[in-house]
């Protein structure tokens, strides 16, 4: 059992942890800034780009807000724009079509909540992976020992080598690892969960 935050719509090496371990969602972390709990990363036709959900801050209160009721600012146009970005990106590639629909509904939800709009996500892809798993949450508190840090830290995302896989704009720029698991969906469909599978990660996992 390891215990990952909810992080919007997450890294391979997130998802290499979905499959090859039981999860728990714990929300019992204190929400930290600039972490994967609100932005991912995806290819676009300018290399890398980074997509953040807006967070509703209060100064007064943002040093005692939890995982658990973290608000999204909906007043922002934020949906529309990633899922603007998200299509210019993807929409070339092999399957963004095949899941394009269907996944547009689950993205434009009503979520007030960020762990529950991720969770939502994460379910979704489960789902098209065919990841038969419970989603299960805690709020119990964890020992930093249990809890590896490496999975929200957004400055990680290029910090791992993973096998090569077609990208869209290789002929413009190189391979980049372990970018949102939607550029592997996108990019290798049905596939995507045998390249999970065999991935070889487990000097990532923290006993």
Known sequence: MIHLVPSYLPSIIYY???????VTYNLSMKYQKQTTRNRCLIMSSNGAQKLIIPIKHNEKKDENLHDHNVKI????????????SIQNAYRSSPFFEFYEEEFSNVFFNNEKLLYSSNINMILHINQILGIKKEIKISNKKITHDK???RLIDVKNYSNYDIPQYNQVFMSKFK????????????NMGPKSINYLTDLKLSQFHSN
Do not use: A, E
């Open 16 to 22: 290499w942890h979905i499959v090859n371990f039981n």
């Open 175 to 186: 391979f980049i690892s372990n970018l949102s698991i939607l550029d592997l969906l996108f």
């Open 73 to 84: 600012d909906n007043r922002q146009n934020w949906k529309t724009k990633h899922w603007k």
């Open 147 to 149: 809890y590896d840090k």
